[in-house]
């Protein structure tokens, strides 16, 4: 069974993951906009595996008997300014998360919580994933330039992501 402050911090967690896949939602829409498919498409991609991640810590807060508590998300930016900007922002939300789930984590281990922990450990190494894809991403548009010619090549490999 989850304590309280448990229960709670995971149910934050939950709606952070959304957060997560509204902003993703809304930077595939910028590149929608911008006809760059294969931008918007890797994003897009990425706005389904933060909703996939919700619903992890959604059934593992049912799993362990808690009490699902469901908050308004809220509503992310929707312009950038330009490939780059979109992926240092991606980059930097990636690090944010990192943040929030090691605090999950020391709660875990603060309340003993060998379950939770355990659980955790996964989104650990996804973040792990998560920030190095931004990462290399930002690091290819800043070799090629911002310039949306420049990154016809890149937008065509991140199309092939499935």
């Given at each position: 069974?989850?304590?309280?402050?448990?229960?709670?911090?995971?149910?934050?967690?939950?709606?952070?993951?959304?957060?997560?896949?509204?902003?993703?939602?809304?930077?595939?829409?910028?590149?929608?906009?911008?006809?760059?498919?294969?931008?918007?498409?890797?994003?897009?991609?990425?706005?389904?595996?933060?909703?996939?991640?919700?619903?992890?810590?959604?059934?593992?807060?049912?799993?362990?008997?808690?009490?699902?508590?469901?908050?308004?998300?809220?509503?992310?930016?929707?312009?950038?300014?330009?490939?780059?900007?979109?992926?240092?922002?991606?980059?930097?939300?990636?690090?944010?998360?990192?943040?929030?789930?090691?605090?999950?984590?020391?709660?875990?281990?603060?309340?003993?919580?060998?379950?939770?922990?355990?659980?955790?450990?996964?989104?650990?190494?996804?973040?792990?994933?998560?920030?190095?894809?931004?990462?290399?991403?930002?690091?290819?548009?800043?070799?090629?330039?911002?310039?949306?010619?420049?990154?016809?090549?890149?937008?065509?490999?991140l199309g092939k992501r499935e």
């Amino acid at each position: 069974m989850l304590t309280k402050s448990m229960e709670t911090a995971l149910n934050r967690q939950v709606n952070r993951e959304m957060y997560s896949a509204y902003l993703y939602l809304a930077m595939s829409a910028y590149f929608e906009t911008a006809n760059m498919k294969g931008f918007a498409t890797w994003m897009r991609i990425q706005a389904k595996e933060e909703q996939a991640h919700a619903m992890k810590i959604y059934d593992y807060i049912i799993a362990r008997g808690g009490t699902i508590a469901l908050e308004a998300i809220e509503a992310p930016k929707a312009k950038w300014t330009s490939a780059g900007k979109v992926f240092e922002e991606t980059y930097a939300h990636e690090q944010k998360v990192t943040g929030m789930i090691n605090n999950l984590v020391d709660l875990a281990i603060k309340e003993k919580d060998h379950a939770t922990f355990e659980m955790l450990q996964w989104f650990v190494r996804e973040q792990v994933e998560e920030e190095q894809n931004a990462s290399e991403i930002l690091s290819q548009i800043k070799v090629l330039g911002d310039v949306v010619g420049h990154l016809f090549w890149l937008d065509h490999q991140l199309g092939k992501r499935e």
